[in-house]
């Protein structure tokens, strides 16, 4: 599994086949499969690799605090394989390691006052703002040291008289004045502070 992940980090999931695995562990292909039944296998291992390395949460504590560094420490590890956010929002991943992620998580929620139900919904609106957040960063088709240039290139295609918020917020780039870069802590806010208030108002409704 460690060389399979090497070799996804080194060249990606495409060049990940058992041939090319073999090939970096220096023996025959069919050798594999006295260890594993398929590549899916393999592809599940990978994902208990990341997975292990991305920061547990710990409950008891302060839920929004836990599941910040959760999310920042998913964006981080995501950023350092590249090809693995895809194989987390694309598969039926039930390692060990990701049922233990997840448990915690839960656990933070539960322990911090959200319903069960409640906490279904909190993690998983996390999960997909730091998934799509962390893949559009991965994907973008334009350097973020280009984006004033980029900008500039295409205000011909955004007039003023058609466009004319696109085009100030696109001259705000060009003139410097805004970076164009996302930050992943600006949506956690957004998400951590309308989660903080369904926390209450299902507070406030069990007590009455």
Request: proline residues 4%.
């Amino acid at each position: 599994m460690s060389a399979a992940l090497q070799l996804a980090d080194k060249d990606g999931l495409d060049a990940l086949s058992m041939r090319n695995l073999a090939q970096a562990l220096k023996v025959e292909a069919m050798s594999l499969y006295n260890h594993v039944t398929n590549k899916e296998q393999i592809l599940d291992g990978l994902v208990e690799l990341v997975v292990s390395e991305i920061d547990l949460p710990v409950a008891g504590g302060d839920w929004r605090a836990a599941m910040r560094r959760r999310a920042q420490s998913a964006h981080t590890v995501l950023m350092r394989h590249p090809w693995a956010t895809m194989l987390f929002v694309s598969r039926l991943n039930i390692g060990p390691r990701m049922l233990r992620y997840v448990d915690q998580t839960i656990g933070v929620l539960v322990q911090g006052g959200f319903p069960y139900a409640l906490a279904d919904h909190a993690w998983n609106a996390l999960d997909a703002y730091t998934y799509g957040f962390t893949f559009q960063a991965l994907n973008f088709p334009i350097d973020s040291t280009e984006y004033a240039s980029a900008a500039k290139q295409f205000l011909p295609l955004i007039p003023v008289e058609h466009f004319p918020w696109l085009n100030g917020m696109s001259q705000e780039v060009i003139a410097g004045r805004q970076s164009g870069l996302h930050q992943l802590e600006l949506g956690l806010d957004l998400l951590l502070d309308g989660l903080e208030t369904l926390r209450k108002q299902q507070q406030r409704a069990a007590l009455r």
